[in-house]
């Protein structure tokens, strides 16, 4: 089946840092990548939606130059937190779709915490 | 945007009973999904419905699109504890919202 790899799986930082997580698809082609923030025993709330080779789409209220993504490549995309505060700390989890096929196949998440 | 609205938050159920999880869309969707997070796990992808009025079945779980294709409902049949967990709908896929789970527990 489809796996979706997220890496790091838990980061904690200073206040001020950057961090950076991808989210790779090992055996398909991911056409379409989401990135979703969660909050503990809440729903998925999705920020942005990347397709390779072109700018991510935001949702609103998200702010872009916060949180840069990346989508070079067909397995690969990258969500960097900048300057990283306390108010970010959350559970990030990504999810790519294969063309053609509708389905997400999610990453494992990666818990932040900003101290 | 579309918002897809879910019921109820919480169901806490007898191990053989029955569960039901409802969507509502304030629009009519294309299709909508269902996805499944264990308790410290992601979502996984279950099943995606888009005709009107569909109904699926994957062993013990059916799942019905609605004619209107503006509700969906999950359905449980005797549950098991294996079936704990969130349980999410979402949808359309070009323009993915998640509903807010419901969250099943399950008594042996």
């Known amino acids: 089946g489809a796996v979706v790899s997220q890496h790091p799986s838990w980061v904690i930082c200073k206040s001020g840092t950057s961090v950076k997580i991808e989210c790779r698809s090992l055996?398909?082609?991911?056409?379409?990548m989401f990135w979703y923030r969660q909050f503990p025993k809440q729903s998925l709330m999705l920020m942005a939606t990347s397709n390779e080779g072109s700018k991510a789409t935001y949702e609103q209220g998200v702010e872009k130059d916060k949180f840069l993504i990346n989508h070079a490549s067909l397995t690969l995309s990258t969500l960097t937190v900048t300057s990283a505060h306390p108010e970010d700390s959350s559970f990030y989890i990504c999810?790519?779709?294969?063309?053609?096929?509708?389905?997400?196949?999610f990453g494992a998440g990666t818990r932040l915490s900003v101290l | 945007g579309q918002q897809v609205m879910q019921i109820p938050q919480y169901q806490h159920v007898q191990e053989g009973e029955d569960f039901t999880t409802y969507c509502n869309s304030s629009?009519?969707?294309?299709?909508i999904q269902w996805y499944k997070q264990r308790p410290g796990g992601h979502p996984v992808f279950l099943i995606q419905?888009?005709?009107?009025?569909e109904v699926k079945k994957q062993k013990r779980l059916t799942f019905q699109f609605g004619e209107a294709k503006k509700n969906s409902s999950l359905h449980i049949t005797a549950t098991q504890t294996t079936d704990v967990g969130t349980y999410f709908c979402?949808?359309?896929?070009?323009?993915?919202?998640f509903g807010a789970g419901t969250r099943l527990t399950v008594k042996p």
């Open positions: 979402a949808g359309p896929h070009n323009d993915m919202r």
């Open positions: 419905l888009v005709k009107s009025g």
């Open positions: 055996d398909f082609q991911a056409t379409t």
């Open positions: 999810s790519a779709v294969q063309g053609g096929v509708y389905a997400q196949y």
């Open positions: 629009t009519t969707l294309s299709n």
